[in-house]
């Protein structure tokens, strides 16, 4: 869930679909994460300024030992401001030509980590699973009980298991929203591990909840389907499953649910069905055309 990675697809598609939701991870790390990218486009743009208006001067104005002398630094100054007073489509194509740089850059490093956590998306054996048995094509799917938006996407989901035979999605469950979330997850983790065929049912009962899930839901599940041995008796490898799907989500900067990976693409948060479709068209496309060339 090793094919080519296709990062600069979905960033365009997902500039022409509205992505709707998707549940964060934590707020403070992106609150953080947000002030610090401000802090980056100040000197982004202050930096292509140079470049565009002073390309003779730029390498000692960002020169960590610059020998410009005060007044030749209020020069500096002064040519930048003149420039940004007189042309201020100067700061556009500068913040333009930063975004992109940023773009191909942040491209470069998720490729580099899909390649890198390859074994650890798709051949985790302990992983939940639906659709193919032997599957032509994979999807890794991050999720939260709790996530309002994972509840949301599951019919896509399934809709694309009915008209892909050959997909397979690799369920990576982690507990996001609190304790209920938790007690989720160990439940269903458990029941995985423990009594495999009643896996699917348990996780849609669970899914289908239209309130937070809280021990209370949870136990009505579980008698609903015959699972309620395994109500807080959780199996004692459940814990490391969770922390490296968490650590997984980290190592592969995901910041939410939910979260898809198709033929090494990253799609996140809640997207039409039609954007699961194309890139999941794509990526068979992609696979064929390879194993042709073969």
């Given at each position: 869930m090793k094919q080519t990675i296709e990062a600069q697809n979905i960033t365009e598609s997902m500039q022409n679909t509205q992505v709707i939701g998707g549940t964060k991870m934590s707020k403070f790390s992106s609150l953080f994460k947000h002030r610090k990218l401000q802090m980056f486009a100040v000197s982004g743009v202050v930096m292509a300024m140079l470049v565009v208006s002073l390309p003779s001067v730029s390498t000692m104005a960002y020169a960590k030992d610059s020998s410009l002398s005060a007044a030749q630094q209020q020069e500096v100054r002064a040519i930048l401001k003149d420039a940004l007073i007189n042309d201020p489509d100067l700061m556009r194509e500068a913040i333009i030509a930063w975004q992109a740089r940023e773009q191909e850059g942040a491209n470069t490093a998720m490729q580099t980590s899909l390649v890198t956590h390859h074994k650890a998306m798709y051949e985790t054996k302990s992983d939940p699973w639906k659709g193919a048995a032997t599957p032509e094509i994979e999807m890794v799917y991050f999720?939260?009980?709790?996530?309002?938006?994972?509840?949301?996407?599951?019919?896509?989901?399934?809709?694309?298991?009915?008209?892909?035979?050959?997909?397979?999605?690799?369920?990576?469950?982690?507990?996001?929203?609190?304790?209920?979330?938790?007690?989720?997850?160990?439940?269903?983790?458990?029941?995985?591990?423990?009594?495999?065929?009643?896996?699917?049912?348990?996780?849609?009962?669970?899914?289908?909840?239209?309130?937070?899930?809280?021990?209370?839901?949870?136990?009505?599940?579980?008698?609903?389907?015959?699972?309620?041995?395994?109500?807080?008796?959780?199996?004692?490898?459940?814990?490391?499953?969770?922390?490296?799907?968490?650590?997984?989500?980290?190592?592969?900067?995901?910041?939410?649910?939910?979260?898809?990976?198709?033929?090494?693409?990253?799609?996140?948060?809640?997207?039409?069905y039609e954007v699961l479709k194309e890139q999941l068209e794509a990526a068979i496309a992609a696979k064929d055309k390879t194993q042709k060339s073969s």
């Open positions: 999720t939260d009980f709790n996530c309002p938006y994972c509840k949301k996407i599951e019919p896509s989901l399934n809709q694309l298991i009915e008209e892909f035979p050959q997909l397979k999605i690799i369920v990576k469950m982690v507990p996001l929203q609190g304790e209920g979330s938790k007690m989720a997850v160990d439940f269903a983790q458990t029941v995985w591990l423990n009594e495999p065929e009643k896996y699917l049912k348990v996780k849609d009962m669970l899914m289908s909840s239209p309130r937070g899930l809280d021990a209370a839901a949870i136990a009505k599940v579980a008698k609903l389907t015959a699972t309620e041995r395994w109500v807080g008796n959780t199996d004692e490898r459940v814990a490391k499953m969770v922390d490296d799907n968490v650590n997984l989500m980290n190592e592969l900067g995901i910041g939410g649910t939910p979260s898809m990976i198709v033929a090494d693409t990253l799609i996140p948060g809640l997207v039409p």
